[in-house]
């Protein structure tokens, strides 16, 4: 399976940020939308940062309460994995593991166009395991 499968069963706008707002109203826009991660675009609507649960939760440990009303861009992850709708499952399972994140933007032409997270990710894969599992049994039962 590949992302574009994903991206297709999700139907939904991608949740940005302005890199000026405040991380407390970034941390409310996560509450209120059930998200983990919010994406930050650039003012050529390129993805410069993303910022999720964790970065939040970092920079309060580090900082304190003051830092919720420092803007996105001072706690933003900068260095931001992107991958494109024809890469596979298998291929985002490891990126994610191997990089210690949850959230990757799909990024077409150089924009944003969608974001996968690990839990898409997982369903996906169940979703395809169950499916070969089903076909399995089929044959096995018609044979």
């Avoid at 499968?5 to 826009?29: C, H, M, W």
Wanted: net charge negative; hydrophobic share 45%; aromatic share 2%.
């Amino acid at each position: 399976m590949i992302v574009k499968n994903i991206l297709a069963a999700k139907q939904g706008d991608v949740v940005t940020i302005e890199p000026t707002a405040n991380l407390a109203a970034a941390a409310k826009l996560l509450t209120e939308r059930h998200i983990g991660a919010v994406v930050i675009l650039g003012t050529d609507h390129r993805v410069i940062g993303i910022l999720s649960e964790r970065d939040i939760v970092r920079a309060l440990a580090e900082h304190g309460p003051p830092v919720l009303s420092e803007p996105v861009s001072q706690v933003m992850s900068r260095d931001v994995q992107a991958c494109s709708e024809d890469d596979t499952i298998g291929d985002l399972m490891s990126r994610m593991t191997i990089g210690r994140f949850r959230h990757l933007p799909v990024v077409q032409q150089g924009k944003l166009i969608g974001i996968v997270s690990i839990g898409d990710v997982v369903k996906s894969r169940v979703e395809e395991i169950d499916q070969e599992a089903k076909t399995l049994r089929e044959y096995i039962q018609n044979a």
